[in-house]
């Protein structure tokens, strides 16, 4: 997929909601496991393997006549079955795991930014110092909140 449809991927910017430890290079590989245990019971779980045997059929016969080439049969199916394999991914990780929805993330990303400036801000005006940021000052941690609250 990354050499025949690159541009055309299902977004993945959900993983930005997964835990680290979750991350992992053969992710993909869990989760079509998991679709295969799921089959009977899930639909988007049998979607999803009904789009990869779609797949790996018409890749067979891609490869037996034309091999190297990507018609548009071929990127089709293949845009279908990274887009289902997106949508099982996030939806199977979040049975596993607490995932942030993107309203938590957004109030995260600006508390962040707001301690960020606040820091720049303390730092102009002399209430804190470069050394009390790079030892990690314990007093810091309390005071960073403060002075944002200010």
Do not use: W
């Amino acid at each position: 997929m990354e050499e025949c449809i690159p541009t055309q991927r299902h977004s993945r910017d959900y993983l930005v909601k997964f835990p680290e430890e979750l991350l992992v290079d053969n992710l993909g590989n869990h989760m079509l496991f998991a679709a295969e245990r799921l089959r009977g019971t899930r639909p988007q779980a049998r979607n999803l393997l009904c789009s990869l045997e779609l797949v790996r059929t018409v890749l067979r016969e891609q490869s037996l006549s034309q091999p190297g080439s990507y018609p548009e049969p071929v990127r089709a199916v293949l845009i279908q079955f990274d887009r289902l394999f997106a949508e099982f991914e996030l939806s199977y990780v979040s049975s596993l795991v607490a995932v942030k929805s993107p309203e938590e993330i957004y109030r995260q990303q600006e508390i962040i930014v707001l301690f960020c400036e606040t820091v720049e801000r303390a730092l102009r005006l002399g209430y804190l110092t470069q050394e009390m940021i790079d030892g990690y000052e314990p007093l810091l941690m309390f005071t960073i909140p403060r002075l944002a609250i200010i």
